[in-house]
């Protein structure tokens, strides 16, 4: 048992990074750390949305539930992220019939787009106040990905029966982007973007509401099993309970080897500019919609609810972050929009996420009482959400979806513990270089 590097690195403990998230949203009372040998039915590790949406769940359900978080709810990737609840999976469609076959691809991508309804169901069942808008524009960087974009955008359209995304060519993505950096893109308006931190704090109210008892503050260390019980060891108190879902994503640590070997914890950044004032926000994205580029290392972009660019892209994959995050960000900012040059930055923060080798969710029955569900790959508002959903059906005895994403293999990382993190970076470096040409 070993306190976990990972959590502690970059913050302070029980605080939040200093992000315009977290500045802007009305924090959650701070729960109290666990002190004493406790019981329950189901204990959850993690109070990021996996964990939140699974707990809410079960609650609702008639369920005792205990969720521990090392730091507080919505402190991880879960409250620092770009805020785009996006359609399909993190892969594409076409990628996912070559490799499962068309029937599953279809699974996957209606799995998908229930994630999407239930992030809304849950903003309005709970009255969640987390400025959603709609739209997410995808920006291919290179011309030579037009007429993939197009083609694909048709086949969403026939295929799938998906009506809300459209192609536009590079003079009518002018018109909505103030920026010269693309060539041609795609408009989903049946996506869209939120403050996640909102989010976060929401579930984390409504699940307090129904029962659930959450603990702040509180670091797992490791766990024991029998067939029957499940014994969580934190730093100060005991949970006894009959099933375990760990929920950490990229702050797994050593809780569990073989999710660590499928799972790789990266780093990824934020800006947040000084408000620009209504009309040069609006004259940089139009209607106010999300932005995802086509790099491999994506960069991703909207306006805030007070007129900021929130700007996050590049990555890194050791411990620590970057020790000036505003100017290692701001760097690609400017080659897509330099007519920010001389614009200050206010707000600079990093977060640790969670990718897998196939870029797909990794939910995984790992004993008969023990479930894992992480690597969202950066597309975690909806499928995180949803994944939670997902792990409290199954908790409860209904495994039928959960089975469908559970069904996707993963690859160990190569490299073992100590070569697959620089392995990454080589691999990531080619990649970057790769966007570059």
Known sequence: MTVNKLLHENDQR????????????????????????????????????????AALSLAEQGVDVVLIDAHRVGWGASGRNGGQLGSGQRVDQTELETKYGLTSAKLLWDLAQQSKQHVHQLIQKHQIVCDYQAGIIHADHKSGFTRETESYVEKLNN????????????????????????????VDIGSGHLHP??????????????????????????????????????ETGTVNARQLLLACNGYLGELSADVAARVMP???????????????????????????????VVNYFRRSIDNRLLFGGRESYGYRFPEDIKSFVKVAMLQVFPQLDGVEIDYGWGGTLAITMNRMPHLQQLESNVMSSSGYSGH???????????????????LDSFNVMAGVSHKRFPGGAKMRSPLLKLGMMYYSLRDKW
């Open 380 to 398: 975690g508002v909806g499928m995180a959400t949803f994944a939670g959903k997902l792990c409290g059906d199954a908790l409860a005895g209904n």
């Open 266 to 296: 990266i780093n990824n950044y934020i800006i947040a500019t000084e408000p620009l004032g209504s009309s040069v926000a609006s004259a940089l994205i139009r209607d106010n919609m999300a932005v995802a580029d086509s790099k491999f």
């Open 159 to 186: 295929q799938y029966d998906y009506q809300d995304i459209s192609f536009v060519d590079k003079d009518e993505l002018r018109q909505r982007l103030a920026s010269d950096a693309y060539f041609s893109g795609s």
């Open 14 to 53: 029980g605080r939040y990074p200093q992000s315009w998230y977290a500045v802007s949203a009305d924090p959650l009372e701070k729960q109290v750390s666990l002190q004493e040998p406790i019981a329950c039915d189901v204990c959850i590790v993690g109070g990021g949305f996996t964990g939140l949406s």
């Open 197 to 234: 931190l909102k989010l976060a704090i929401g579930l984390a109210d409504a699940a307090l509401k129904n029962g659930v008892r959450i603990y702040e503050n509180t670091e797992v260390l490791g766990y024991e099993r029998t067939p029957q019980r499940v014994t969580v060891t934190t």
